[in-house]
């Protein structure tokens, strides 16, 4: 990537998704609910009580594939949440070198290009608006699951999977019934939105949280796919994401 300027779209698209304990690989086992019906409210409070993004934590390994209609490009990063919505990323080289940092808020999303020395920064609504990844979304890109209001009392597991429909969201989830998490989300956004759909496996049980190990979305824009490959997620008592850039960088706006 040196002397060239970086990919912004890239870079926001990429993010959107052991310390000392050894890791323990799950395989989504279903036995003993092979088929059966589940008290709803039960279920959804296991399933909240899975999620990894709403407290602060550490993900100390990612490797990114990412692939458009245009290029087809591998990274490595790691990322810090602060369990209150904001995300922090650092994207790299293979050699280590800190190729850029990104930060996502509510309100701002800040990239800073290490290599041009540049800090780039704009709205999080109109980076929704312009590459349709939404900032709501971005725990449902990491495999956590997203609230959805449930009209039956009962969920049915059948051979170890319970299907639920988002209809406010426009998606429909797939849901290992063994250990409460998302193995797939797929639907369109909006009416003229396109087809987006998520994969989840590889779950890894690590340092009190369970995580799928691989992760692999069609974004349908462009053709675009991004894997990832996630170990070493830890909770973090610093929920502090720090973003710095030297005097010598140029602000433009991100676009």
Known sequence: MSGQKLNI??????????ASCQSLRIKGGRSGKEA???NAGRFL????????????????RITITYENSYEKR??????KMNGKGDLLVSVRTFAGIEAARILIGRDTVKVADRINRICYIGETKELEKKYGVKYNFINLLFG????????????MCEGGIAVLDDFDRGLEYKV????????????????????????????????????????????????????????????????????????????????
């Open 45 to 60: 409070a296991e399933m909240k009580s899975t999620n990894i993004t709403g407290q602060p934590i550490s993900i100390s």
């Open 144 to 155: 956590d699951f997203l609230d959805v209001e449930l009209t039956r009392r009962r969920i």
């Open 74 to 79: 591998r990274l490595r990063a790691n990322a």
């Open 9 to 18: 779209v890239l870079l926001v698209m990429t993010v959107i998704i052991s």
């Open 176 to 255: 290992d019934c063994s250990i409460y998490k998302l193995v797939e989300a797929a639907g369109r956004l909006d009416e003229d939105g396109e087809e987006i759909k998520g994969v989840f496996s590889e779950f890894r049980a690590e340092n009190g949280l369970i995580y799928p190990g691989s992760i692999e979305w069609d974004l349908g824009v462009n053709n675009t796919k991004i894997e990832m490959q996630m170990q070493n997620i830890r909770k973090d008592d610093n929920d502090e994401l720090v973003f710095k850039v030297g005097d010598s960088y140029r602000v433009k706006k991100l676009r």
């Open 36 to 38: 059966g019906a589940i």
